[in-house]
C-alpha cells in the first residue's frame, strides 16, 4: 500500500520529499546493520555445526572469536579476522604444508597441547654434608637440575612439534575441505534482508 502524504505547495512537498528520503535511507542503513549482525550470528551457527567452536585457549584470535562486524556510512561489514579465515571458508588444495608454526598455534589454541610445564623439581643434597662442601654440592645439584629440566622442555617442544609437522603433512598431501560457514550464513541472510525490506515497505520497520 502506498504512502499518502497531504501538502499545500511546492515548498511544502519538497520537504516533505527531503524528510521522506532521509528516512527511507535511515531505514535503509539500519537494515543492512541489522543484516550485517544476523549474519554473524548465522556463521557461528554454521561453524559451530562443523565443530568450529571458541578455543579453550583462545587469545581472540581463532576462528569462532574472530567475526567482526564493522558499522560504516551506508550500512555494516561482516568478515572474519583470523587469518587462516580463508582456508576454513574454501578449504586448501593438496600440496604444499601450512608453515608449522600456524599449526602449532592452532594446537595450542585447541587444547590438543599445553604451555610448556616448567618441568621444575626441588633440589637437596645430603644433610650430612657441611661447610664450604656443601655450598659446592647444592651449586652441582642445582646445575644438575637446570640440565635436566632444559632437557624435558626441549623434549616436550620436540614432541609437540612432530605432532604439528605430521598434522600439516597430512593437510600438504590431502587438502582440506571447506566448511563455507560465511557462504551458508550470506544465504540466510538474503532471506533475512527480503524480510526486513518488506517491513520498511509496509512502513512498520523498527
Known sequence: MGLRIKVTGLAALERELDAQERKLRADLVRTCRRAAEFCRTRALHHAARDGIKPHKNSTGKDYASSFKVEPTRDGAMMGNTAKH????????RAGRPPPVLVILMWMFERGIIKNIPSFKRRVSVDPAIKGAKRRVAIGEAKEAESRRRLTEREKYVAQARSKAY??????????????FPVGKAVGDTKRFIRAELNRVRRGDHR
Open 85 to 92: 579465515a580463508v582456508f576454513v571458508e574454501r578449504g586448501r
Open 166 to 179: 605430521a598434522i600439516a603433512r597430512s593437510i600438504g598431501q590431502r587438502g582440506m575441505r571447506g566448511k
